[in-house]
């Protein structure tokens, strides 16, 4: 009974974890924003978009505005047990160029009560231009099926 009783204990043990592992929440980062160290790097009025693309990569999403401006977008997703994975957290990082292509504005965009709100900003002119765009980035937050986040197509 020594060997037996030994190995159930171990064998509740470990049910013991794996319950207690189900039952964490478990999060995952998806897209990319870049970290305000990287933006430091990118000088409104003189950086282009080659300067940008070395300093911060390039983005996953572009806009069609006059002189153009990259978006790059980032989400936080809580994974809780066998629940659909949520959309906890929304960054937008909007680097917007003028018709030469030098940088003209570097945004940073959060959600707040659902709402679109500048987390920090250094531009050149205070119009942003591309804000209804950046309102349905940021407007789908909590809208993204568990497929989309693991890349189904179901």
């Known amino acids: 009974m020594g060997r037996l009783g030994s190995g159930m204990k171990r064998g509740a043990a470990m049910l ?34 080659e300067t940008v693309a070395r300093a911060v990569g390039r983005p996953s999403s572009t806009g069609l505005l006059t002189g153009g401006a990259w978006y790059y977008v ?40 659902g709402q679109a709100v500048v987390l920090s900003r250094r531009v050149t002119d205070s119009n942003i231009k591309g804000l209804s765009f950046l309102r349905q980035l940021l407007g789908n937050i909590g809208n993204i099926s568990a497929g989309q986040v693991l890349g189904n197509n179901n």
């Open 74 to 113: 980032g989400s936080r997703f809580r994974h809780y047990g066998g629940k659909v994975p949520q959309e906890v957290d929304r960054q937008v990082v909007a680097i917007t160029f003028d018709e030469g292509g030098t940088v003209e504005n570097v945004e940073r965009f959060g959600l707040e009560n």
């Open 16 to 49: 013991s974890l794996i319950i207690l592992t189900a039952c964490s929440a478990q999060y995952r980062n998806h897209g990319y924003v870049p970290r305000d160290e990287e933006l430091e790097k990118v000088v409104v009025g003189e950086s282009t978009q």
